[in-house]
């Protein structure tokens, strides 16, 4: 059973849209590409400026990083739906973050408790695959690997990962 298949299961269970993102922001499996169209992407999978920005603005991020458990994200801002959003950590590095997509059918009372119970599911998943152990917190190096392998080739998409990294490039370049 893989990833694709675990969040489907989820999805079935919860009766709602699930999507699984890497530590850097990139898609990698989700329940449904039409229950989370609404989603802005950049086409090769990120999550756009916007969304980012969204988050940091009112500190979801850190929030969910830092809580034990998943959290309800909600903004009451249209292009934003409510979420429940939880960490995905191996060895107390997180590698990622599970979304549960609020739908037709409102939150209810046990979804928190099954979404960490997915999300645990997920990380015994995740800890089979030693790469995964290898990526946590080296965000920056995947992206300049894109880079060097040619998978962005839109300047603004180029922006738009360096702002979402919070990453000042040349910070660490001495003469």
């Given at each position: 059973?893989?990833?694709?298949?675990?969040?489907?299961?989820?999805?079935?269970?919860?009766?709602?849209?699930?999507?699984?993102?890497?530590?850097?922001?990139?898609?990698?499996?989700?329940?449904?590409?039409?229950?989370?169209?609404?989603?802005?992407?950049?086409?090769?999978?990120?999550?756009?400026?916007?969304?980012?920005?969204?988050?940091?603005?009112?500190?979801?991020?850190?929030?969910?990083?830092?809580?034990?458990?998943?959290?309800?994200?909600?903004i009451?801002?249209?292009?934003?739906?409510?979420?429940?959003?939880?960490?995905i950590?191996?060895?107390?590095?997180?590698?990622?973050?599970?979304?549960?997509?609020?739908?037709?059918?409102?939150?209810?009372?046990?979804?928190?408790?099954?979404?960490?119970?997915?999300?645990?599911?997920?990380?015994s998943?995740?800890?089979?695959?030693?790469?995964?152990?290898?990526?946590a917190?080296?965000?920056?190096?995947y992206?300049?690997?894109?880079?060097?392998q040619?998978?962005?080739?839109?300047?603004?998409?180029?922006?738009?990962?360096?702002?979402?990294?919070?990453?000042?490039?040349?910070?660490?370049?001495?003469?």
């Open positions: 059973m893989g990833m694709q298949d675990i969040i489907q299961i989820g999805s079935e269970i919860l009766g709602k849209p699930v999507s699984l993102v890497d530590y850097t922001g990139k898609l990698l499996a989700v329940s449904n590409q039409q229950d989370i169209g609404k989603m802005d992407l950049t086409p090769e999978g990120y999550p756009k400026q916007e969304t980012y920005s969204i988050f940091r603005t009112y500190n979801f991020t850190k929030k969910v990083n830092e809580s034990p458990v998943p959290v309800l994200v909600d009451d801002q249209p292009e934003l739906p409510r979420m429940i959003v939880g960490k950590a191996i060895r107390n590095k997180i590698v990622g973050h599970l979304a549960i997509i609020e739908n037709e059918q409102p939150f209810g009372e046990d979804d928190l408790e099954l979404a960490k119970i997915l999300i645990d599911v997920i990380a998943e995740v800890q089979k695959n030693n790469y995964y152990l290898l990526m917190g080296i965000h920056h190096e992206f300049i690997l894109d880079l060097l040619e998978k962005h080739d839109n300047p603004t998409t180029i922006e738009d990962r360096v702002r979402s990294l919070q990453w000042d490039a040349y910070s660490d370049f001495y003469v």
